[in-house]
Protein backbone atom coordinates (compact mmCIF):
# COMPACT_ATOMS: atom_id res chain seq x y z
CA UNK A 1 0.00 0.00 0.00
CA UNK A 2 1.79 3.42 -0.86
CA UNK A 3 2.77 6.32 1.54
CA UNK A 4 -0.01 8.62 0.30
CA UNK A 5 -3.32 5.99 0.66
CA UNK A 6 -2.14 5.28 3.95
CA UNK A 7 -1.98 9.42 4.94
CA UNK A 8 -5.20 9.14 4.10
CA UNK A 9 -6.44 6.09 5.79
CA UNK A 10 -4.68 7.96 8.92
CA UNK A 11 -7.07 11.34 7.71
CA UNK A 12 -10.23 9.02 7.71
CA UNK A 13 -9.16 7.94 11.26
CA UNK A 14 -8.84 10.84 12.62
CA UNK A 15 -11.29 12.67 10.72
CA UNK A 16 -14.25 9.99 11.28
CA UNK A 17 -14.95 9.67 7.69
CA UNK A 18 -17.73 7.08 6.06
CA UNK A 19 -16.21 6.97 2.50
CA UNK A 20 -13.11 8.10 0.42
CA UNK A 21 -13.40 9.18 -3.41
CA UNK A 22 -10.23 8.80 -5.69
CA UNK A 23 -11.27 10.62 -8.89
CA UNK A 24 -8.61 11.95 -11.43
CA UNK A 25 -8.47 15.91 -11.86
CA UNK A 26 -9.44 16.55 -8.01
CA UNK A 27 -8.10 15.87 -4.57
CA UNK A 28 -8.59 13.12 -2.69
CA UNK A 29 -12.41 13.23 -1.11
CA UNK A 30 -14.30 12.38 2.42
CA UNK A 31 -17.47 12.41 3.11
CA UNK A 32 -17.91 13.72 7.01
CA UNK A 33 -20.91 13.35 8.74
CA UNK A 34 -22.81 12.79 5.26
CA UNK A 35 -21.07 15.88 3.46
CA UNK A 36 -18.53 15.50 0.68
CA UNK A 37 -15.03 17.08 1.81
CA UNK A 38 -12.12 18.01 -0.46
CA UNK A 39 -8.83 17.59 1.02
CA UNK A 40 -6.04 19.50 1.31
CA UNK A 41 -4.11 17.70 -1.25
CA UNK A 42 -2.55 17.38 -4.75
CA UNK A 43 -5.27 16.65 -7.44
CA UNK A 44 -4.70 12.99 -8.66
CA UNK A 45 -3.65 11.75 -11.85
CA UNK A 46 -4.50 9.06 -13.79
CA UNK A 47 -0.90 7.44 -12.93
CA UNK A 48 -1.75 8.34 -9.47
CA UNK A 49 -5.10 6.25 -9.69
CA UNK A 50 -3.56 3.27 -11.50
CA UNK A 51 -0.64 2.63 -9.26
CA UNK A 52 -2.75 2.50 -6.14
CA UNK A 53 -4.86 0.32 -7.96
CA UNK A 54 -2.12 -2.08 -9.37
CA UNK A 55 -0.89 -1.76 -5.62
CA UNK A 56 -4.65 -2.70 -3.92
CA UNK A 57 -5.32 -5.59 -5.96
CA UNK A 58 -3.69 -8.93 -6.67
CA UNK A 59 -3.55 -10.81 -9.80
CA UNK A 60 -7.04 -12.53 -9.75
CA UNK A 61 -8.89 -9.46 -8.79
CA UNK A 62 -7.05 -7.26 -11.68
CA UNK A 63 -7.57 -9.87 -14.03
CA UNK A 64 -11.35 -9.46 -13.30
CA UNK A 65 -10.80 -5.49 -13.15
CA UNK A 66 -9.23 -5.33 -16.67
CA UNK A 67 -11.93 -7.81 -17.99
CA UNK A 68 -15.09 -6.44 -16.56
CA UNK A 69 -14.21 -2.98 -16.00
CA UNK A 70 -15.46 -2.80 -12.40
CA UNK A 71 -15.00 -4.74 -9.32
CA UNK A 72 -16.02 -4.84 -5.13
CA UNK A 73 -13.72 -6.01 -2.94
CA UNK A 74 -13.06 -6.12 0.46
CA UNK A 75 -9.55 -5.15 2.75
CA UNK A 76 -8.47 -4.89 6.20
CA UNK A 77 -6.38 -2.52 7.49
CA UNK A 78 -4.49 -2.27 11.02
CA UNK A 79 -5.81 1.93 10.95
CA UNK A 80 -9.34 1.84 10.09
CA UNK A 81 -10.54 -1.39 10.23
CA UNK A 82 -12.37 -3.40 7.46
CA UNK A 83 -13.54 -1.56 3.87
CA UNK A 84 -15.49 -2.05 0.65
CA UNK A 85 -13.72 -1.10 -2.26
CA UNK A 86 -15.51 -0.05 -5.59
CA UNK A 87 -13.40 -0.02 -8.55
CA UNK A 88 -14.81 1.78 -11.97
CA UNK A 89 -13.36 2.85 -14.64
CA UNK A 90 -14.03 6.78 -16.12
CA UNK A 91 -12.62 7.94 -19.54
CA UNK A 92 -10.64 5.11 -19.42
CA UNK A 93 -9.00 5.30 -16.26
CA UNK A 94 -9.23 3.47 -13.01
CA UNK A 95 -11.17 5.28 -10.49
CA UNK A 96 -12.01 4.38 -6.92
CA UNK A 97 -14.88 4.31 -3.87
CA UNK A 98 -14.24 3.49 -0.21
CA UNK A 99 -16.55 2.55 1.99
CA UNK A 100 -15.18 2.09 5.86
CA UNK A 101 -17.12 -0.24 7.76
CA UNK A 102 -15.99 0.79 11.21
CA UNK A 103 -13.76 -1.58 13.96
CA UNK A 104 -16.81 -2.27 16.30
CA UNK A 105 -20.53 -3.18 16.44
CA UNK A 106 -22.31 -0.65 18.22
CA UNK A 107 -25.23 -0.79 20.80
CA UNK A 108 -28.42 -0.35 20.41
CA UNK A 109 -28.78 2.63 21.63
CA UNK A 110 -25.81 4.06 20.49
CA UNK A 111 -27.26 3.33 16.82
CA UNK A 112 -30.57 4.80 18.30
CA UNK A 113 -32.95 1.79 17.25
CA UNK A 114 -35.52 1.17 18.97
CA UNK A 115 -35.98 -1.40 21.78
CA UNK A 116 -38.75 -3.67 20.29
CA UNK A 117 -36.03 -4.15 17.71
CA UNK A 118 -34.27 -7.27 19.70
CA UNK A 119 -37.68 -9.32 19.93
CA UNK A 120 -37.33 -9.50 15.86
CA UNK A 121 -33.81 -10.79 16.44
CA UNK A 122 -34.74 -13.35 19.28
CA UNK A 123 -37.79 -14.78 16.15
CA UNK A 124 -36.83 -18.54 15.81
CA UNK A 125 -38.00 -18.50 12.27
CA UNK A 126 -39.42 -15.92 9.23
CA UNK A 127 -38.21 -12.90 7.58
CA UNK A 128 -37.05 -9.65 8.81
CA UNK A 129 -36.34 -6.90 6.49
CA UNK A 130 -34.09 -4.02 6.90
CA UNK A 131 -34.28 -1.68 4.03
CA UNK A 132 -33.31 2.64 3.19
CA UNK A 133 -31.93 4.46 0.30
CA UNK A 134 -27.84 3.95 -0.08
CA UNK A 135 -25.98 4.94 2.58
CA UNK A 136 -28.87 4.50 5.12
CA UNK A 137 -27.07 2.37 7.99
CA UNK A 138 -28.45 -0.82 6.61
CA UNK A 139 -25.38 -3.03 7.14
CA UNK A 140 -24.57 -1.60 10.41
CA UNK A 141 -27.98 -2.68 11.93
CA UNK A 142 -27.90 -5.86 10.00
CA UNK A 143 -24.83 -6.52 11.79
CA UNK A 144 -25.79 -5.62 14.53
CA UNK A 145 -28.85 -8.18 14.79
CA UNK A 146 -26.25 -10.82 13.82
CA UNK A 147 -24.52 -10.00 17.10
CA UNK A 148 -27.05 -10.19 19.53
CA UNK A 149 -28.59 -13.54 17.99
CA UNK A 150 -24.41 -14.62 18.44
CA UNK A 151 -24.26 -13.46 21.67
CA UNK A 152 -28.18 -14.99 22.67
CA UNK A 153 -28.35 -18.55 20.93
CA UNK A 154 -26.76 -21.21 20.03
CA UNK A 155 -27.25 -21.54 16.32
CA UNK A 156 -25.48 -21.21 13.10
CA UNK A 157 -25.75 -18.33 11.20
CA UNK A 158 -24.97 -18.36 7.52
CA UNK A 159 -23.98 -14.74 6.00
CA UNK A 160 -24.01 -13.98 2.10
CA UNK A 161 -22.44 -10.63 1.55
CA UNK A 162 -21.11 -8.86 -1.41
CA UNK A 163 -18.95 -7.83 -0.03
CA UNK A 164 -18.33 -9.35 4.01
CA UNK A 165 -18.40 -5.76 5.83
CA UNK A 166 -17.77 -7.03 9.07
CA UNK A 167 -16.13 -9.78 10.80
CA UNK A 168 -17.85 -11.61 13.02
CA UNK A 169 -16.20 -14.06 15.63
CA UNK A 170 -17.89 -17.03 17.05
CA UNK A 171 -19.80 -16.81 20.19
CA UNK A 172 -22.54 -18.85 21.19
CA UNK A 173 -23.44 -19.31 17.83
CA UNK A 174 -20.91 -20.24 15.15
CA UNK A 175 -21.04 -17.76 11.66
CA UNK A 176 -19.89 -18.49 8.36
CA UNK A 177 -19.70 -15.45 6.17
CA UNK A 178 -19.29 -15.67 2.36
CA UNK A 179 -18.19 -13.26 0.18
CA UNK A 180 -20.06 -13.20 -3.54
CA UNK A 181 -17.34 -13.42 -6.40
CA UNK A 182 -14.63 -14.88 -3.71
CA UNK A 183 -16.86 -17.60 -2.22
CA UNK A 184 -19.55 -17.82 -4.08
CA UNK A 185 -20.47 -16.84 -7.72
CA UNK A 186 -24.17 -15.12 -6.57
CA UNK A 187 -26.53 -14.50 -4.13
CA UNK A 188 -29.16 -17.05 -5.59
CA UNK A 189 -26.27 -19.65 -5.74
CA UNK A 190 -25.25 -19.04 -2.24
CA UNK A 191 -28.73 -18.86 -0.86
CA UNK A 192 -29.88 -22.62 -2.23
CA UNK A 193 -26.28 -24.18 -1.05
CA UNK A 194 -27.16 -22.31 2.32
CA UNK A 195 -29.78 -24.17 2.99
CA UNK A 196 -27.59 -27.38 2.82
CA UNK A 197 -25.42 -26.13 5.31
CA UNK A 198 -27.96 -26.70 8.34
CA UNK A 199 -28.59 -23.33 8.99
CA UNK A 200 -30.81 -21.98 11.74
CA UNK A 201 -30.05 -18.16 10.76
CA UNK A 202 -29.68 -17.10 6.84
CA UNK A 203 -28.46 -13.15 6.32
CA UNK A 204 -28.34 -12.36 2.60
CA UNK A 205 -26.78 -9.06 2.22
CA UNK A 206 -29.19 -7.43 -0.74
CA UNK A 207 -32.00 -9.19 -2.02
CA UNK A 208 -31.26 -8.62 -5.28
CA UNK A 209 -33.39 -10.64 -8.09
CA UNK A 210 -36.42 -12.85 -8.66
CA UNK A 211 -34.53 -15.84 -7.54
CA UNK A 212 -32.63 -14.66 -4.50
CA UNK A 213 -35.81 -13.27 -3.09
CA UNK A 214 -37.85 -16.59 -4.31
CA UNK A 215 -35.44 -18.57 -1.65
CA UNK A 216 -34.77 -16.52 0.89
CA UNK A 217 -38.88 -16.09 1.45
CA UNK A 218 -38.63 -20.12 1.07
CA UNK A 219 -36.14 -20.34 3.38
CA UNK A 220 -38.48 -18.35 5.75
CA UNK A 221 -41.16 -20.17 5.19
CA UNK A 222 -39.37 -24.06 5.90
CA UNK A 223 -38.07 -22.76 9.72
CA UNK A 224 -35.12 -20.42 8.99
CA UNK A 225 -34.78 -17.11 10.64
CA UNK A 226 -34.09 -14.92 7.34
CA UNK A 227 -32.33 -11.21 7.85
CA UNK A 228 -32.16 -9.60 4.68
CA UNK A 229 -31.64 -5.96 3.22
CA UNK A 230 -33.21 -4.06 0.29
CA UNK A 231 -33.52 -0.76 -1.18
CA UNK A 232 -36.59 0.99 -0.29
CA UNK A 233 -38.02 4.47 1.09
CA UNK A 234 -40.69 2.94 3.61
CA UNK A 235 -42.14 -0.34 4.74
CA UNK A 236 -44.88 -0.34 2.05
CA UNK A 237 -42.73 0.64 -1.02
CA UNK A 238 -40.26 -2.33 0.49
CA UNK A 239 -43.28 -5.04 0.23
CA UNK A 240 -44.75 -3.62 -3.32
CA UNK A 241 -41.18 -3.62 -4.78
CA UNK A 242 -40.62 -7.06 -3.49
CA UNK A 243 -44.11 -8.61 -5.36
CA UNK A 244 -43.36 -6.26 -8.82
CA UNK A 245 -40.69 -8.86 -9.27
CA UNK A 246 -43.32 -11.43 -9.81
CA UNK A 247 -45.47 -11.95 -12.80
CA UNK A 248 -49.11 -13.78 -13.06
CA UNK A 249 -49.97 -16.04 -10.56
CA UNK A 250 -47.01 -15.67 -8.61
CA UNK A 251 -47.40 -12.40 -7.23
CA UNK A 252 -50.67 -13.82 -5.33
CA UNK A 253 -48.47 -16.86 -3.94
CA UNK A 254 -45.79 -14.63 -2.67
CA UNK A 255 -48.01 -12.42 -1.11
CA UNK A 256 -49.65 -15.36 1.13
CA UNK A 257 -45.47 -16.52 1.59
CA UNK A 258 -44.76 -12.57 2.51
CA UNK A 259 -48.04 -12.58 5.17
CA UNK A 260 -47.27 -15.73 6.65
CA UNK A 261 -43.61 -15.70 7.00
CA UNK A 262 -42.96 -11.92 7.62
CA UNK A 263 -41.98 -10.54 11.37
CA UNK A 264 -41.12 -7.43 10.59
CA UNK A 265 -39.18 -4.56 8.63
CA UNK A 266 -37.15 -1.54 9.85
CA UNK A 267 -36.99 1.27 7.75
CA UNK A 268 -34.78 3.99 8.61
CA UNK A 269 -32.81 6.97 7.23
CA UNK A 270 -29.60 9.01 8.61
CA UNK A 271 -29.92 12.42 8.97
CA UNK A 272 -27.20 15.48 9.88
CA UNK A 273 -27.66 16.01 13.41
CA UNK A 274 -27.30 19.07 15.35
CA UNK A 275 -23.44 18.19 16.55
CA UNK A 276 -22.31 17.64 13.11
CA UNK A 277 -22.50 13.63 13.15
CA UNK A 278 -25.39 11.76 12.29
CA UNK A 279 -28.37 10.78 13.86
CA UNK A 280 -31.24 7.23 12.89
CA UNK A 281 -34.57 7.59 11.89
CA UNK A 282 -36.49 4.38 12.14
CA UNK A 283 -40.04 3.35 10.84
CA UNK A 284 -40.63 -0.36 12.59
CA UNK A 285 -43.32 -2.29 11.17
CA UNK A 286 -44.36 -5.70 13.70
CA UNK A 287 -45.93 -8.24 11.52
CA UNK A 288 -49.32 -8.83 13.83
CA UNK A 289 -52.90 -10.21 12.79
CA UNK A 290 -53.73 -7.07 11.43
CA UNK A 291 -50.28 -6.32 9.37
CA UNK A 292 -51.00 -10.18 8.12
CA UNK A 293 -54.42 -9.62 6.80
CA UNK A 294 -53.40 -6.38 5.17
CA UNK A 295 -50.73 -7.85 3.47
CA UNK A 296 -53.25 -11.18 2.22
CA UNK A 297 -55.52 -8.33 0.85
CA UNK A 298 -52.66 -6.18 -0.85
CA UNK A 299 -53.95 -3.03 1.01
CA UNK A 300 -50.77 -2.15 1.32
CA UNK A 301 -51.70 1.74 1.63
CA UNK A 302 -53.24 0.56 5.27
CA UNK A 303 -49.64 -0.52 6.62
CA UNK A 304 -49.39 2.99 7.70
CA UNK A 305 -52.97 2.82 9.59
CA UNK A 306 -51.51 -0.49 10.73
CA UNK A 307 -47.98 1.22 12.26
CA UNK A 308 -50.53 4.11 14.38
CA UNK A 309 -52.44 1.39 15.55
CA UNK A 310 -49.64 -0.91 16.59
CA UNK A 311 -47.68 2.00 18.65
CA UNK A 312 -48.50 0.14 21.91
CA UNK A 313 -46.48 -2.90 20.40
CA UNK A 314 -43.84 -1.13 19.83
CA UNK A 315 -43.99 -0.18 16.35
CA UNK A 316 -43.13 3.48 15.48
CA UNK A 317 -43.94 5.61 12.44
CA UNK A 318 -40.93 7.33 10.42
CA UNK A 319 -42.91 10.41 11.06
CA UNK A 320 -43.03 9.86 14.86
CA UNK A 321 -39.08 9.02 14.89
CA UNK A 322 -38.25 12.22 13.55
CA UNK A 323 -40.69 14.29 15.78
CA UNK A 324 -39.01 12.44 18.88
CA UNK A 325 -35.32 13.24 17.09
CA UNK A 326 -36.78 17.19 16.52
CA UNK A 327 -37.87 17.01 20.55
CA UNK A 328 -34.70 15.60 21.65
CA UNK A 329 -32.67 18.08 19.93
CA UNK A 330 -30.89 15.76 17.34
CA UNK A 331 -31.83 17.28 14.26
CA UNK A 332 -33.15 21.14 13.57
CA UNK A 333 -36.63 21.51 12.32
CA UNK A 334 -35.75 21.63 9.02
CA UNK A 335 -34.02 18.38 8.61
CA UNK A 336 -36.83 16.58 10.41
CA UNK A 337 -39.29 18.52 7.87
CA UNK A 338 -37.40 17.62 4.59
CA UNK A 339 -37.51 13.76 5.30
CA UNK A 340 -41.35 13.81 6.81
CA UNK A 341 -43.29 11.27 4.64
CA UNK A 342 -46.39 14.14 5.93
CA UNK A 343 -44.61 17.01 5.61
CA UNK A 344 -47.81 19.65 5.85
CA UNK A 345 -48.99 17.63 9.24
CA UNK A 346 -45.22 17.55 10.24
CA UNK A 347 -45.25 20.92 9.96
CA UNK A 348 -48.72 21.94 12.05
CA UNK A 349 -47.39 19.13 14.85
CA UNK A 350 -44.04 21.16 15.25
CA UNK A 351 -45.74 24.50 15.49
CA UNK A 352 -45.30 25.65 11.76
Not at 140 to 167: A, G, S
Not at 185 to 193: G, V
Not at 317 to 322: A, E, G, I, N, V
Request: glycine share 6%; aromatic share 4%.
Amino acid sequence: MTAKLERLFHRVAAERASDLHLIVGIPPTLRINGEIIIADADVLTAADTKQLVDTLLNDAQRAVFERDWELCISLHHPIVGRMRMTLYRRNGSPELSIRFCGTRIFTREELGLPPKIDELARKRHGLILVTGPTGAGKTTTLNYLINLINHERRCKIVTIEDPIEYVHENNLAIIVQQEVLTDTRSFSHALIHALRQDPDVIVVGEMRDHAAISTAITAAETGHLVLATLHSSSTAQALERIISIFEGNLQRQIIMQLANTLQGIVSQDLLPSVDGGRALACELLIANGAVRHTIRESQFHQLEHCLQTGAREGMVLMDTSLHDLYLRCKVTRDTALSRARHPDLFAKRTGG
